[in-house]
Every structure is written in C-alpha cells, then in structure tokens.
C-alpha cells in the first residue's frame, strides 16, 4: 500500500468517515459484544453467505445467519476483539475484503472465561448507509503442533 493511500485512510478515520471499511471488523465486533441480533444481522446483504467459526455448516440468507447469531448469543458474556495485523484490500469498484484475527470469548465470570483465537475475512461493498457484507468466512486458529 502505497504512503499517499494510508495517509488517505488515516485521514478518513480521523475524520469519522470509514470509506475504506478500516474499521468494518472493529464495529462488527462490538456489535456482537451487544448481543443484538438485529444490530448483528444489519451487517448482512439479504443473501449473504456465512462459513461461521463454530458451525460445520454454510450459511445462506438471513433466516440461516438468524439462527447461527441466536445460539452463539446464547454464550454468556461473549466478546470479541480484533487484533493487529489487518489486511483490508481494495477489489473493485467499492467492494473490499477485510481480513485478520480475532478472539471470541465467553463464561460466566472472569475465572471460567473460554478464549478462542480465530481468523476471518470479509467481503463488504460500500453503500449510502455504509457497509455490507456479501460473505463472511471465520474459522478457529490451529494451534501449532506440540510435539
């Protein structure tokens, strides 16, 4: 990525406009820290395509992401952070993948919590209201060999 074009990301963020999805996989992640599904569900195109981290199964549509987002809600406190390192890269003509780590966590109280790195890219396409997302692929992180 060229200087002239991270300067005109930066200068986007500041000045609270996002026309580069830079802070697509932040403002999901808070969304799901909510637990509301209809915010969560905002996110998606009508047909959109789920390959979620933990389901074995791809997802189409919104009645299918309804019922993944109304289980997972169903963890108690859960959380998600993104961390460093994201790639967000332009494909064409306002359509963006957004790609890096998170870490979903869960429990009932800080000395039970489950933390489970995992990784994702989005496609989002920019629109009036903002960003959405055509697929959304999230898989847990293998852990290295211990051998």
């Not at 019922?67 to 064409?92: A, K, R, S, W």
């Not at 960003?131 to 211990?146: A, G, I, L, R």
Request: aromatic content about 12%; some cysteine; charged content about 25%.
């Amino acid at each position: 990525m060229s200087d002239e074009f991270r300067d005109q990301e930066d200068e986007a963020l500041k000045s609270g406009s996002d026309p580069y999805g830079l802070a697509f996989a932040s403002d999901w992640a808070a969304a799901l820290g909510e637990g509301d599904l209809d915010l969560m569900l905002g996110f998606y195109a009508d047909k959109a395509v789920l390959v979620p981290t933990f389901s074995e199964d791809i997802l189409r549509g919104e009645e299918k992401i309804r019922e993944y987002f109304t289980g997972l809600f169903e963890l108690p406190n859960l959380t998600c952070e993104v961390g460093d390192g994201e790639i967000n890269q332009n494909l064409q003509n306002g359509i963006r993948s957004v790609s890096g780590f998170y870490v979903f966590s869960w429990g009932t109280n800080l000395s039970d919590m489950t933390s489970e790195p995992s990784r994702f890219t989005f496609v989002i396409e920019g629109n009036a209201a903002g960003w959405v997302v055509h697929t959304h692929h999230s898989s847990v992180t293998p852990k290295p060999d211990e051998t």
